[in-house]
């Protein structure tokens, strides 16, 4: 960039200090030249350091904007975390409610179906002491 900016500057320099009615000789020629160069060297100095400040808050202004987008992103994590965790329990409760019912309505088959064993053998067995007396 340095190199297309210096002959830049020195020709517009040039171009505004030299008009065909001055006469310039070679040393005041020199002179202007080796000044021109002087200050473009100067600019170019002044416009690196203010590239490189200008970086450095770049930089420093983009790491603000990654910890900010960072902290962020945690949050809704953690907030999309909670509420998964939220419905899994919720799931799980209902999950839990209806094993208990079945095993419950389970129990309650078993014990219909006990409850009709043990009367039907009574029948039974009633039937058969009653019908062994009357036999004889």
Do not use: Y
Not at 47 to 56: G, H, I, P, R, V
Not at 77 to 84: C, D, G, H, V
Request: charge should be positive; hydrophobic fraction near 40%; include cysteine.
């Amino acid at each position: 960039m340095r190199n297309r900016i210096l002959p830049l500057i020195c020709s517009c320099m040039l171009i505004i200090d030299l008009s065909p009615v001055q006469a310039i000789d070679q040393d005041s020629f020199r002179i202007k030249m080796e000044r021109m160069r002087q200050e473009a060297d100067s600019m170019n100095r002044s416009l690196d350091s203010f590239n490189a400040s200008m970086n450095a808050h770049m930089e420093k202004m983009l790491e603000e904007q990654r910890a900010e987008h960072m902290e962020r992103f945690q949050e809704e994590n953690i907030r999309s975390l909670n509420e998964f965790m939220a419905r899994q329990r919720e799931q799980d409760a209902r999950k839990r409610k209806s094993l208990i019912i079945r095993g419950a309505g389970l129990v309650v088959l078993i014990g219909v179906w006990i409850f009709t064993f043990i009367k039907k053998r009574r029948q039974r067995v009633s039937r058969n002491e009653g019908g062994a007396e009357s036999t004889p």
